[in-house]
């Protein structure tokens, strides 16, 4: 029945589209080739042709083509106005348009206040949804390398600002439309120029070709090669920040997130896995899903077109772009395109042409327009109910409000918060001390989340710790549990613990880093400052940079301070006047700098003898060296893994590691380096003289680094003394062999993947590693199966997961037993220097923030662990 509803309200969409539903023969298409027959268009909008001086599809566009494009149009059309909302990392502006009728702009902001009333319960009963113009954010290529969306973006917004005629004047009147052309300019921009590079006058479609096969690291990523389309929830990238503000500020129906897979494929759209849908969204919001999939469903089949949905991906993961909506109020559409991948390419299909990825996009983004009005009520009615039952399921809840936020590290508890707003959540200071399932809130440095809010199932989402599944499988991660991954101690409020008088004052707004204080103001003899601080690597890599001499303490002590006499731990950070090549002056402006960017207090003292504990002139004061850091890039390394190391250190502190190619290293000066990373990757293709080379640099000194999959090749090299769970055990010969239905075996072999978990492990506070923690139970990020022993030597072994692990997420029962007890980290001797193996990425996708100090202290302390503590 619907499939009949659906074809007799979009009239204006099923229309015919030009003859030649398949590639182009020339594989270059005119805009015939695209467009409805039998709609006329606006001779004075211009098309892409006459302003970048080519057809979609002729040549992949480039940003700047697209964004001039896009400009021309909001200035030759009265339906579009375009929105610059951000920069990327690479100063690229981020832009949408917003398309609807002239009489709509004229009273836009009276709309979209009308929309976001929708989300208020107290306001939303007295609106009536049959008048209401529905929102549409339609988002192109957020992979840069899938660029058949942005490509197609230029199309959409031409038809719209040129179609004429009675149906897209009903369509512009009842829709407000966002359209963003490049959810990722910079790697739609690196994409584009290595396209184009490598194309020929005569389109080659040989998979082998080098056009379509892009070089290290690939255009799907941002600037710093991390993928936008999980940084929805985490809003780490100004892409992100930008474009969820611009989410929040209009609160959409309907996001469409436009995508390509692998060139064997057909065309999919969602729903998704219905067994892999977050247990969070409601059944409604599939329905409507599957409503809209009738639309898809006909347009493709008006024009031939395979296709396929509810396989291959989820709705589980509310940080992809398809899902984040589905926690908010809205419906979000994943659409995956099988790529070209440059102009042309064999596929089992017969040669896939660029021209025919970009029409199966507009014809799905006009299938989503269609849908949008023909079930215009049916959604704006679902925003409504949306947030009347997160109202009701509060007021429900055995869970009244969450608490968190730590004293000793502002910059962490600040930067939570800061994720928190960005998302419209209502947060407030915590007006008194409070006590909480065994955890310690102060006043002053903690935050109250109430679950009374509007936003009530994104917090639940956010801060639920999920243990149980009804699928085994997951396209991402299986949990997130946000206040693990920054490390903070956090609780639930139920009745009997939340009241309104714990709210403090309210923050509003994106909240200001907070500032820190040199405490004794100028000193003669010394500063002290505790490593605790998520920024205090900055401050001593500013330090160390500008020459000043700096140490850390292997032991606590007490010193006397300003304030009387004060407790200092494993870790606090020495900074004496003398002897000093630097004038004392400099010094101070120095640490002032370091207590007003960083976030840290500074103690001056003018005594180097202390109450008790070492003295401050001790020999257990070791001495540190300014880190410097090379990563091993390149091919063969996970480019990810790579960034996100690179980020860490260049935007968060302010360093400048080298990024070396394993080409690179061999030849090249290493000497210069005193850190060396491995991230995951595969290594074996170094040359037998690269591995000598970095064998006697670790020799000589120097502190390898090397996580998950890069361990292996440590071990094989003798690099790292590690062993691997049941390495050498040998094989029951007589066991007997299962065998087990074929159509299994995907389900069986996917349950064995650990695809992301949160995992409990216990770490040595008074290790170089474990300097700046406070507390040695630590949650980390796993999604890895590599299992690692424990080191014979009892104190090499300074981070390991406890006998009961999970935390958070899904991990097979027969991992769960490989996991107990095992190692996280192992620190191995290699002549003078050390070989850090780290079974995890400490630095996962910017938001683990509470395992970053895992690595900043391998960086900065690596060459203090004595060889009495290392294999």
């Known amino acids: 029945m619907l499939r009949f509803k659906c074809i007799l309200v979009t009239l204006l969409f099923l229309i015919s589209f030009s003859a030649g539903a398949q590639n182009p023969s020339d594989g270059v298409a005119e805009m015939d080739y695209y467009l409805p027959q039998d709609v006329s268009y606006d001779s004075n909008i211009p098309t892409p042709e006459e302003v970048i001086g080519m057809v979609p599809g002729e040549w992949h566009v480039r940003h700047d083509q697209l964004l001039k494009y896009m400009r021309t149009l909001a200035d030759a059309s009265e339906r579009i106005t375009i929105t610059e909302f951000g920069k990327t990392y690479e100063d690229r502006d981020l832009v949408y348009l917003t398309v609807t009728s002239t009489s709509n702009h004229g009273n836009l902001e009276q709309i979209r206040q009308n929309h976001l009333a929708l989300s208020d319960p107290s306001q ?57 052309p490049s959810l990722n300019p910079d790697g739609l921009n690196r994409f584009a120029g290595w396209a184009n590079t490598h194309k020929s006058k005569n389109l080659v479609s040989d998979p082998n070709s080098m056009e379509l096969n892009e070089n290290w690291p690939g255009g799907r990523t941002n600037h710093y090669w991390f993928d936008l389309n999980r940084d929805w929830m985490l809003v780490q990238h100004p892409e992100s920040q930008g474009r969820i503000n611009t989410f929040h500020n209009w609160k959409p129906n309907i996001l469409t997130d ?34 809209m999939a009738e639309y898809h469903a006909d347009f493709l089949d008006e024009e031939q077109r395979l296709y396929y949905s509810e396989e291959g991906f989820d709705d589980f993961y509310y940080g992809k772009g398809s899902t984040y909506p589905d926690i908010n109020g809205g419906v979000g559409i994943l659409f995956e395109q099988a790529s070209s991948r440059g102009h042309a390419q064999q596929t089992i299909h017969g040669v896939l ?67 928190l707003r960005r998302h419209n959540i ?51 991660v299986s949990t997130w549990t946000m206040p693990y991954a920054y490390n903070l101690p956090f609780a639930e409020l139920g009745s009997r613990e939340f009241n309104r008088n714990l709210l403090g004052a309210r923050v509003e707004g994106v909240p200001e880093m907070p500032k820190g204080e040199v405490v004794g103001g100028r000193s003669d003899y010394a ?20 020459g000043v001499s700096a140490k850390v303490a292997a032991e606590p002590f007490t010193a006397i301070v300003s304030e009387g006499t004060r407790e200092f731990d494993y870790g606090t950070i020495l900074v004496p006047m003398g002897p000093q090549e630097v004038d004392a ?138 062993t691997f769970l049941g390495e050498g055990e040998e094989e029951d010969e007589n066991e007997e062999v299962e065998t087990r239905p074929y159509a299994d075996r995907s389900a069986a072999q996917g349950a064995q993947y650990i695809g992301g978990s949160i995992f409990n492990t216990k770490l040595d506070l008074t290790h170089p590693l474990g300097y700046g923690y406070n507390d040695d ?65 400490p630095n996962f996708r910017a938001f683990w923030y509470g395992t970053n100090k895992l690595f900043m202290n391998a960086i900065f302390f690596g060459q203090t662990i004595s060889g009495g503590s290392a294999n």
């Open 124 to 180: 939303s009963a007295n609106l009536n949804t049959e008048n209401m113009p529905i929102v549409l954010y339609m988002g192109y290529s957020i992979h840069g390398n899938e660029p058949s969306g942005s490509n197609a973006s230029m199309l959409v917004a031409y038809h719209l600002a040129a179609a004429q005629g009675e149906e897209m004047d009903d369509l512009l009147n009842n829709s407000v439309i966002l359209l963003d």
């Open 585 to 722: 002056e400099t010094i101070h402006e120095l640490v002032e700098q370091a207590a007003a960017d960083d976030a840290l207090t500074v103690y001056s003292v003018e005594t180097g003898l202390t109450p008790s504990g070492i003295d401050l002139g001790s020999r257990t004061f070791e001495n540190l060296e300014k880190p410097n850091v090379a990563i091993i890039a390149g091919d063969g390394t996970s480019s990810y893994e790579v960034g996100e190391a690179w980020h860490l250190l260049d935007q968060r502190y302010a360093m400048t590691p080298t990024l070396i190619t394993k080409d690179r290293f061999r030849y090249g000066d290493i000497s210069k380096y005193n850190v060396i990373v491995m991230v995951s990757g595969g290594y074996n293709d170094m040359s037998d003289s690269s591995v000598e080379k970095l064998k006697n640099w670790v020799r000589e000194g120097g502190t390898l680094i090397a996580t998950k999959y890069a361990i292996n090749w440590a071990k094989s090299n003798e690099l790292a003394n590690i």
């Open 527 to 546: 500063y002290l400052f505790e490593w605790d601080g998520y920024y205090a690597p900055r401050a001593l890599n500013r330090i160390l940079d500008r």
């Open 353 to 419: 042409k660029f021209p025919y990825t970009i029409k199966n996009q507009f014809i799905t983004s006009l299938s989503t327009l269609a849908s949008a009005q023909g079930l215009r009520t049916e959604f704006l009615n679902y925003q409504r109910d949306f947030f009347r039952q997160a109202q009701e399921q509060a007021s429900n809840s055995a869970v009244k409000g969450y608490v968190y936020g730590i004293s000793n590290d502002r910059a962490r508890t600040y930067h939570f918060t800061e994720m």
């Open 777 to 841: 139970d630590l949650t980390i990020f796993r999604n890895s199966t590599l299992f690692m022993e424990k080191a014979e030597n009892p104190y090499a072994t300074p981070l390991y997961y406890t006998d009961e692990p999970l935390a958070s997420g899904y991990i097979s029962d027969e991992n769960m037993e490989k996991l107990k007890g095992t190692a996280a980290i192992v620190v191995s001797r290699f002549g003078g220097g050390k070989v850090i193996t780290m079974t995890d990425n």
């Open 258 to 291: 436009h995508h390509e897979m692998g060139s064997n494929a057909t065309f999919f759209f969602q729903p998704g896995v219905q067994s892999r849908t977050h247990p969070l969204t409601l059944q409604q919001n599939q329905n409507l899903t599957k409503a």
């Open 426 to 476: 209502e947060v407030y200071n915590l007006a008194r001390n409070l006590e909480a399932d065994g955890e310690q809130f102060e006043s002053g440095s903690a935050f109250v989340v109430p679950s009374d809010q509007k936003q009530y199932k994104f917090i639940e989402a956010l801060f639920e710790r999920r243990t149980t599944f009804t699928d085994s499988l997951f396209y991402d």
